[in-house]
């Protein structure tokens, strides 16, 4: 008499990748939180001197960026801005004014490696310290997987002036073990691109870093630690770079709001600390 014994059946399935990809200047050619001071003017929420702060701002931080004691800076001023902010006005005109503002200068080098990622089994991360109002329609737009970002509170339909989580500095790599813990992702095989110092916790979090446009002190940091740079140059209208790439609908658009509310808040911030005399608090 033959007796058949059954055998546990191992899972050999290599372990999930992801790469990780931070937005400002990395995939957009902007700050998505300096985008919509126009926007904001337009719905009454700023004045036009804050609109002309809007303007100096992205261009200071297009030319130079902005180093840890600004970001912190920052954050404190669009707490401080956006308190009080009606949420449902500003998703409005947010939904109004994303695919104008963001859809043009998406970087065709981002996209193209977005694709590439997607075509080797990797899922797409976007993590960025503008707020998932914002953030979360961009990465739809782009076909990412997971979005991680800053989420700010809303308390009786407007923003009380706290930010629950800010997705900066070391939360960022912070965040991204937390992801790969709950997605299974190796990070030792996974990716991440940034253009900022500010990021090198996340950069050294996995096992293949990218300096990407990086600002000074992150091409210091590539050069000693041989990590690659890269340089994206080319903005480009997605629906027509990838005209079968799905884009958010209404709703979705219309989600885009607190991101936005720190666009305003941190340009204003940015540009006054910037114009200030050496020597000011």
């Not at 130079?64 to 009080?84: F, N, V």
């Not at 629906?239 to 709703?251: D, G």
């Not at 540009?271 to 020597?279: E, I, L, Q």
Request: include cysteine.
């Amino acid at each position: 008499m033959v007796v058949a014994y059954a055998r546990p059946v191992e899972n050999h399935l290599p372990p999930r990748t992801a790469a990780f990809f931070d937005l400002d200047k990395t995939v957009i050619a902007k700050s998505s939180t300096l985008a919509f001071g126009r926007s904001f003017y337009q719905g009454g929420l700023i004045n036009r001197r804050a609109v002309l702060r809007t303007a100096y701002a992205q261009f200071v931080y297009l030319v130079g960026g902005a180093d840890h004691d600004q970001m912190e800076g920052m954050r404190k001023y669009l707490s401080d801005l956006c308190r009080g902010w009606n949420v449902q006005q500003v998703r409005e005109i947010v939904a109004e004014t994303l695919h104008d503002l963001i859809d043009p200068i998406i970087y065709d080098e981002a996209a193209s490696l977005i694709e590439e990622h997607h075509a080797a089994g990797r899922d797409v991360v976007i993590v960025s310290a503008s707020g998932s109002e914002v953030v979360e329609p961009i990465g739809e737009m782009l076909g990412a997987d997971h979005v991680v970002a800053t989420r700010m509170v809303v308390e009786d339909g407007a923003y009380n002036g706290e930010i629950e989580h800010y997705v900066y500095g070391p939360a960022k790599a912070e965040a991204i073990e937390e992801l790969a813990r709950s997605q299974g992702y190796d990070l030792e095989r996974c990716f991440a691109y940034s253009d900022s110092a500010t990021d090198v916790p996340m950069l050294e979090s996995v096992g293949h870093p990218y300096a990407v446009n990086p600002d000074r002190a992150l091409r210091k940091e590539a050069v000693a630690r041989g990590w690659p740079t890269l340089t994206f140059n080319r903005p480009v209208r997605l629906n027509q770079r990838i005209p079968t790439l799905p884009m958010p609908s209404a709703p979705v658009l219309a989600a885009a709001a607190v991101g936005a509310a720190a666009a305003t808040a941190g340009l204003v911030w940015f540009a006054a600390r910037r114009r200030r005399p050496a020597g000011m608090a």
